[in-house]
């Protein structure tokens, strides 16, 4: 399972994950696909210190990643980065398994090339 963080999107994590971090529970950031979005699909992405049950778990540089494993093959290959701008800031996902995305970025359409994900509901 393969996901990248860019170097500003580990430094944003890291951020987040300091602040909701207790002494008892080390934070990572839980990444899914989930039904909705403008094109289908939309990307899923929260704080958590527990991993569901079947979640892969991998480590990207100082970041703890939780992935949904039914989520896992719409997700192989994604990179994600954090953008800053005048109009609009936030995590962006470059989906290399994406057939179409909105212009929000926030969702995306996988045709029938790319691999059989369960979207996590």
Do not use: H, W
């Not at 699909?41 to 100082?62: A, C, F, H, L, M």
């Not at 005048?86 to 179409?100: C, E, I, L, R, W």
């Amino acid at each position: 399972m393969t996901i990248t963080l860019t170097e500003k999107a580990e430094f944003r994590l890291r951020a987040f994950l300091k602040t909701s971090a207790t002494q008892e529970n080390q934070s990572g950031v839980r990444i899914s696909v989930k039904n909705g979005g403008c094109s289908g699909y939309e990307y899923g992405i929260e704080i958590t210190s527990q991993p569901q049950s079947d979640d892969i778990v991998t480590k990207q540089g100082n970041v703890l990643l939780y992935i949904d494993a039914k989520s896992a093959p719409l997700l192989e290959g994604v990179e994600i980065d954090f953008i800053e701008g005048v109009m609009d800031s936030g995590f962006k996902f470059s989906n290399p398994n994406a057939t179409d995305t909105c212009g929000c970025g926030k969702s995306f359409k996988s045709g029938d090339c790319s691999p059989n994900g369960v979207p996590y509901s």
